[in-house]
């Protein structure tokens, strides 16, 4: 039972270069969640998916796009990364209110 | 932007000690959870707690969720070095499939 899967784990990126963060879960959740981490920020929102096939802006959504593929797939994709969004990244999954659970991040760095 | 307010943000305790967190709202939650994330991985899952004036334990640990639902704090008793991490208050307004909202955090350090 692997949980949350996100994947890749470490990437690095030039400005303008595109990409998307993959996260999998295996918890029959209804929510999904993308966070971004940076220091002394503790963790901000995103994107979020209340079910599938809906998604809503969060907090800090500027520069993304996600797409909740199927209810175990939520994809988060930078268009044209800039330095601005370097970060760790974490996909939560959640339901009925019972916490939130989180995959391991993708470190990401934008040179 | 942030709405919870998450004191202190860091901490520096010898082992063995008790330690005490806490964390304010200017509105209202429906769950208050607290989290902890070791160096290199997500944040794990603590305590939950659903209802005002709620306290529960878990092992060392103890959480209760504020009367007046806009405040939550955390103790650990008798800590041991590998309590060392960031803990995160957390709060949700729904009563489920609703986004949390995230402290800054609290760093613990822990000398032996």
């Known amino acids: 039972n692997a949980g949350v899967t996100q994947t890749p784990k470490f990437q690095v990126l030039k400005t303008g270069q595109s990409m998307t963060l993959q996260c999998a879960q295996d918890?029959?959740?209804?929510?999904m969640y993308w966070y971004r981490q940076d220091p002394g920020m503790g963790l901000r929102l995103i994107y979020y998916s209340a079910s599938e096939g809906t998604t809503d802006k969060g907090e800090v959504p500027n520069g993304y796009n996600v797409s909740r593929l199927n209810k175990r797939e939520f994809s988060l994709r930078l268009e044209s990364a800039a330095p601005s969004q370097t970060s760790v990244y974490f996909c939560?999954?959640?339901?009925?209110?019972?916490?939130?659970?989180f995959g391991q991040g993708t470190r990401l760095t934008v040179v | 932007g942030q709405q919870l307010n998450q004191s202190p943000q860091s901490m520096f305790i010898q082992e063995g000690e008790d330690v005490s967190m806490n964390c304010t709202s200017s509105?209202?939650?429906?769950?208050w959870l607290w989290y902890k994330q070791d160096p290199g991985e997500g944040p794990v899952l603590l305590i939950a707690?659903?209802?005002?004036?709620e306290l529960t334990s878990n092992g060392r640990l103890t959480a209760q969720f504020g009367i007046t639902r806009k405040d939550s704090f955390l103790n650990i008793s008798a800590s041991i070095p590998s309590d060392v991490g960031i803990y995160f208050c957390?709060?949700?307004?729904?009563?489920?499939?609703?986004?949390?909202?995230f402290g800054k955090g609290t760093r613990l350090s822990v000398i032996a």
């Open positions: 509105s209202i939650f429906n769950t």
């Open positions: 939560a999954t959640e339901d009925r209110g019972g916490g939130a659970f």
């Open positions: 707690l659903y209802k005002a004036g």
């Open positions: 957390a709060g949700q307004r729904g009563s489920g499939n609703t986004p949390l909202v």
């Open positions: 918890m029959n959740h209804n929510s």
